[in-house]
T-cell receptor, first 116, second 112 residues
Framework: NAGVTQTPKFQVLKTGQSMTLQCAQD?????MSWYRQDPGMGLRLIHY???????DQGEVPNGYNVSRSTTEDFPLRLLSAAPSQTSVYFC???????????????FGSGTRLTVV | SQELEQSPQSLIVQEGKNLTINCTSS?????LYWYKQKYGEGLIFLMM?????EEKSHEKITAKLDEKKQQSSLHITASQPSHAGIYLC????????????FGTGTKLQVIP
């Protein structure tokens, strides 16, 4: 099993450009989420989804859109990139909301995004 | 302010020494997770604690959740260079919407 796959691994954007960060999981997990990781800030939740067709905002949703048309995929869209969105982005999935399957949340390897 | 505080922020230890990392919340923790991250890589799940007073061990790493479920500690015995990385605690703080909040991380370096 591939687990959680994120693409691309690295990306450089110009201010104002848009792009989509892809996230796919093959574990049939219901719960998927996007985090950004910044120095001194830890991981902050951007958006999350509890199942296909259902999404909700996290702690820092502004400037990002998500959709969940299938259980497997949870893309993150940057509408108009800004330098403040330079960060490392992680996608995560879990079988249930509590992670009570004792495997916690499975994370992808991350996407390093630089906006110039 | 950060809902989950980790201490210390960074740690340099000599190989073979023991160390402890703390994760503290002002609110009750509903599920506490410990992850390890190596530079440029994703997070690796270490263990999860849910019950007050619970303690789990994996190889030389032991994690505890205190009785009041507001603090967890991660203890590494006889540290090795392979233990180096960033350790993150994550927790479900508000039982209502069950979103995981993460601490700022503790960077561990182990000197041979």
């Amino acid at each position: 099993n591939a687990g959680v796959t994120q693409t691309p691994k690295f990306q450089v954007l110009k201010t104002g450009q848009s792009m989509t960060l892809q996230c796919a999981q093959d574990m049939n997990h219901e719960y998927m989420s996007w985090y950004r990781q910044d120095p001194g800030m830890g991981l902050r939740l951007i958006h999350y989804s509890v199942g296909a067709g259902i999404t909700d905002q996290g702690e820092v949703p502004n400037g990002y859109n998500v959709s969940r048309s299938t259980t497997e995929d949870f893309p993150l869209r940057l509408l108009s990139a800004a330098p403040s969105q330079t960060s490392v982005y992680f996608c995560a999935s879990s079988y249930d909301l509590t992670g009570a399957n004792n495997y916690g949340y499975t994370f992808g390897s991350g996407t390093r995004l630089t906006v110039v | 302010s950060q809902e989950l505080e980790q201490s210390p922020q960074s740690l340099i230890v000599q190989e073979g020494k023991n160390l402890t990392i703390n994760c503290t919340s002002s609110k009750t923790l509903y599920g506490l997770y410990w992850y390890k991250q190596k530079y440029g890589e994703g997070l690796i799940f270490l263990m999860m604690l849910q019950k007050g007073g619970e303690e789990k061990s994996h190889e030389k790493i032991t994690a505890k959740l205190d009785e009041k479920k507001q603090q967890s500690s991660l203890h590494i015995t006889a540290s090795q260079p392979s233990h180096a990385g960033i350790y993150l605690c994550g927790a479900e703080i508000s039982g209502g919407y069950q979103k995981v909040t993460f601490g700022t991380g503790t960077k561990l370096q182990v000197i041979p």
